[in-house]
């Protein structure tokens, strides 16, 4: 079986420990912000996973900025993104 070395070196997801260290915030905050829909992730049955290129994204984002990055508020944007969709019946 061939396996890339790419992929070897970085996940396609974190557990929600694994982000929880990356973010140097312990798990239980981390599993409160994702069941307040404020921290990307993504549900698989009772488990929570978050995407790596999420976690990449917002921790670049927050390096090129050099400002405050507030996932809850890219959260609330994104909904209220597809509510507006919703109700115009725009597709986005």
Do not use: C, Q, W
Request: net charge positive.
């Amino acid at each position: 079986m061939h396996t890339d070395s790419a992929n070897v070196s970085r996940p396609t997801f974190y557990t929600v420990r694994e982000a929880a260290r990356i973010l140097r915030v312990g798990p239980s905050t981390l599993y409160r912000a994702i069941r307040e829909d404020a921290f990307p992730a993504v549900r698989l049955r009772t488990r929570y996973v978050i995407p790596a290129v999420a976690l990449e994204k917002l921790l670049a984002e927050a390096t090129e900025r050099g400002t405050l990055v507030d996932p809850a508020r890219m959260a609330a944007e994104r909904r209220t993104e597809r509510e507006i969709a919703r109700i115009t019946g725009s597709a986005r």
